[in-house]
């Protein structure tokens, strides 16, 4: 079965980092673009970034860009979204998605909280 | 960044009816458009991508349609598990843009 599992979330406070991670299982994340989409409470989704299939080219929204950054380790059919510098408007619930003909397997989702 | 503009804001209606969800987008997405849906607690689920394509396991009553800017989903008689939130999404341009959703809501 094809699944995509979240994890690294918690409670940081503004400025510090935090690293998430996207474990694949049932299927190569390596042949598959993947995305970050978060959802904050109470309002709607948000695409974060995208990292292609080669590994090389990554796309991010303007809100995240510059403090964000994607990537991954074939080896552990991994994916990763490294943040830097957040803000307490990057309080949100984080999904990773593979893309195929559309969006088509998601994780349940890693709460991350920015609070002071 | 393409501004996708999703209406009606809220939808109620009864089990049975036909819903009818827009999407619009403020340039050509040619026909990478998306739609999924969303329940609490849970991940977004795929139901239509390249406009009309109904994903694996999407129940028949779920159609889409349209094309450049104009799209539309369609269900054609609701279900009590249909009641959730509709988003559309482009991934036509970067950055890629999601509406603010549709709620569906039991009239």
């Known amino acids: 079965q094809e699944q995509l599992e979240e994890s690294g979330g918690g409670v940081v406070q503004p400025g510090r980092s935090l690293r998430l991670s996207c474990a694949a299982s049932?299927?190569?994340?390596?042949?598959?673009?993947m995305h970050w989409v978060r959802q904050a409470p109470g309002k709607g989704l948000e695409w974060v970034g995208v990292?292609?299939?080669?590994?090389?080219?990554?796309h991010y929204a303007d809100s995240v860009n510059g403090r964000f950054t994607i990537s991954r380790d074939n080896s552990k059919n991994t994916v990763y979204l490294q943040m830097n510098s957040l803000r307490i408007d990057d309080s949100a619930v984080y999904h990773c998605?593979?893309?195929?003909?559309?969006?088509?397997?998601w994780g349940k989702g890693t709460t991350v909280i920015v609070s002071s | 960044e393409i501004v996708l503009t999703q209406s009606p804001a809220t939808l109620s209606l009864s089990p049975g009816e036909r819903a009818t969800l827009s999407c619009r987008a403020s340039q050509s997405v040619s026909g990478y458009l998306a739609w999924f849906q969303l329940k609490p607690g849970q991940a977004p689920r795929l139901l239509i991508y390249d406009a009309s394509n109904a994903a694996p396991g999407i129940p028949a009553r779920f159609s889409g349609s349209g094309s450049e800017t104009d799209f539309t989903l369609t269900i054609s008689s609701l279900e009590p598990e249909d009641f959730a939130v509709y988003y559309c999404q482009q991934r036509s341009n970067w950055p890629v843009t999601f509406g603010q959703g549709t709620r569906l809501e039991i009239k």
């Open positions: 990292i292609l299939y080669d590994g090389r080219n990554k």
């Open positions: 998605a593979r893309e195929a003909t559309g969006a088509d397997v």
């Open positions: 049932g299927f190569t994340a390596s042949r598959f673009a």
